[in-house]
């Protein structure tokens, strides 16, 4: 029997200013609305909060942006002078960030600096059967993804390695991609798993018993676990525990 997977609108709002805010997202949860269907996004969720609290939400620009089914800080500026300086910041790589990811395996290295260049698949393959798919290639941007063992588990499954990331730049799906490329993908990817088919056969057909068993997790094990930026001066950081269905598959 198949289901789609819902949607976490349990976000939490960690810090608050009249110029910015932090949230902490919960997966799957899509930050903004997309022209393909309706459903809860984060955007919408924070404004539905303000409007509760009879306040106009106002301008609200992401600062740094989650796939759906990673969760994690998320900064949130808003008014047009926060966003020019959080968007500065960013460019200019002041703004810290760092993940934690479950993958497969056992790596043989404790620290791993992964610098493959990024492009999608599409360009350079004519029948691409999932569109997003990105690849490391000659031609793609530049990308450099830092990643540390911090702790190798066994389960009946096999071995599996808690990660802690950084990245250098920010490119699609990076992190996603480059764990893949160094031979550990992470637990629940659907595209980048090993095994593209899951990502076509959970469109397509939802959540499975067989997807369950290839997977072994409902969203991809990718949390950013650590935020932190210059503010008026002052060096703010925030920090979000592992989620509940991460710490379990950890035991």
């Given at each position: 029997m198949s289901r789609v997977i819902a949607a976490r609108t349990d976000f939490a709002v960690l810090e608050e200013t009249v110029d910015w805010l932090v949230v902490d997202k919960p997966a799957p949860l899509i930050v903004h609305p997309t022209s393909k269907k309706k459903?809860?996004?984060?955007?919408?969720?924070?404004?539905?909060?303000?409007?509760?609290?009879?306040?106009?939400?106002?301008?609200?620009?992401?600062?740094n942006r989650l796939d759906r089914e990673t969760s994690g800080l998320v900064l949130v500026a808003r008014n047009a002078g926060a966003a020019r300086s959080f968007g500065k910041a960013m460019m200019r790589r002041q703004i810290g960030k760092a993940y934690r990811a479950i993958v497969r395996g056992w790596?043989?290295?404790?620290?791993?600096?992964?610098?493959?260049?990024?492009?999608?698949?599409?360009?350079?393959?004519?029948?691409?059967?999932?569109?997003?798919?990105?690849?490391?290639?000659?031609?793609g941007k530049p990308c450099v993804t830092n990643l540390r063992v911090e702790r190798r588990i066994e389960r009946p499954e096999g071995r599996f390695t808690l990660l802690q990331v950084t990245t250098e730049t920010g490119r699609m799906h990076q992190i996603r991609v480059h764990c893949a490329h160094a031979g550990h993908p992470i637990v629940g990817d659907k595209i980048y798993g090993g095994n593209e088919e899951c990502y076509l056969n959970y469109m397509e057909s939802g959540w499975t018993a067989e997807l369950r068993d290839e997977l072994l997790m409902e969203r991809q094990a990718?949390?950013?676990?650590?935020?932190?930026?210059?503010?008026?001066?002052?060096?703010?950081?925030?920090?979000?525990?592992?989620?509940?269905?991460?710490?379990?598959f950890l035991g």
């Open positions: 459903e809860p996004t984060l955007l919408c969720g924070l404004k539905e909060r303000f409007a509760a609290r009879g306040e106009e939400s106002g301008m609200l620009a992401f600062i790596p043989d290295w404790e620290e791993l600096r992964v610098d493959g260049p990024i492009l999608r698949r599409g360009e350079i393959v004519e029948e691409a059967r999932v569109w997003v798919r990105q690849m490391v290639h000659p031609d990718l949390h950013a676990s650590r935020l932190n930026v210059d503010w008026n001066g002052e060096r703010r950081e925030w920090e979000s525990p592992l989620p509940d269905e991460m710490a379990a």
